[in-house]
């Protein structure tokens, strides 16, 4: 069965860095596009960045923009995020995703599977 398993979080303080790491299996790595969303209390998921199998498609969320890298190894079946100048506004749960074949890459409703997420918070 489908399994993506996220890693990688932590506590930070502003300005630090984090790379998260989803481990996925049970399915053919390479032949998806790959997502991560994150949420924070009371908000909604929110799209942070996307890519299809070979990175010549990658999508960022306006708020990650120049800050937040998506990157795969589809030998590892691991998609990454890189997140550098963290901000205490990038606190949230971090999630990533599968997304369904044709279907809009920023939108949640998308993805059709999804990890248990891992938390990252930033202080101040």
């Known amino acids: 069965q489908v399994q993506l398993v996220e890693s990688g979080g932590g506590l930070v303080q502003a300005g630090d860095s984090l790379r998260l790491s989803c481990a996925a299996s049970?399915?053919?790595?390479?032949?998806?596009?790959m997502g991560w969303f994150r949420q924070a209390p009371g908000k909604e998921r929110e799209f942070v960045a996307a890519?299809?199998?070979?990175?010549?498609?990658?999508y960022y969320g306006d708020s990650v923009k120049g800050r937040f890298t998506i990157s795969r190894d589809n030998a590892k079946n691991t998609v990454y995020l890189q997140m550098n100048s963290l901000k205490p506004e990038d606190t949230a749960v971090y999630y990533c995703?599968?997304?369904?074949?044709?279907?809009?890459?920023?939108?949640?409703?998308?993805?059709?599977?999804w990890g248990q997420g891992t938390q990252v918070t930033v202080s101040s």
């Open positions: 995703g599968r997304k369904k074949y044709y279907s809009d890459s920023y939108s949640s409703s998308s993805y059709s599977y």
């Open positions: 049970g399915f053919t790595f390479s032949s998806y596009f």
């Open positions: 890519m299809n199998w070979n990175g010549g498609s990658i």
